[in-house]
């Protein structure tokens, strides 16, 4: 009875992760020449923690605050919210992560005259900070 409580759990764990992890498997892909941008803030503990501010004021509505994607706004998007933590998310490199906040896809806005190239920079820290 335990074993098949222990599979059971499993599974639900599975189903419930395959859930969150859903938004990720998307195919929204940069360009190529995307992983060609270099972050000038990188390791920039104050741009950093600028990343963070911005991310709580514009982000965390949807992407929540660990960056999960279960923001309340999110939650009720038919396309889920990026969830930073996926490793669909952790190997895309700065630069592809730039260009999406920058271009954006429905339901995710497009960034580029909102905030300014630096302040996107800054919140690629901050992101990058969340999967720490």
Not at 84 to 99: M, P, R, Y
Request: with cysteine; proline share 3%; glycine share 8%.
């Amino acid at each position: 009875m335990k074993a098949n409580f222990s599979y059971l759990l499993v599974m639900v764990l599975f189903i419930i992760g395959g859930q969150f992890t859903f938004a990720q498997e998307s195919d929204w892909k940069a360009p190529k020449t995307a992983d060609a941008l270099k972050n000038p803030f990188k390791g920039n503990a104050k741009a950093t923690a600028e990343g963070k501010r911005i991310y709580e004021q514009m982000c965390v509505l949807c992407h929540g605050v660990k960056g999960k994607g279960n923001g309340e706004a999110g939650l009720t998007l038919d396309k889920k919210p990026a969830n930073f933590l996926a490793f669909k998310v952790k190997k895309e490199s700065d630069g592809v992560i730039f260009w999406k906040i920058t271009n954006g896809k429905a339901p995710m806005a497009a960034y580029e005259e909102l905030l300014t190239e630096d302040q996107r920079w800054q919140l690629v820290n901050y992101i990058r900070e969340l999967e720490k």
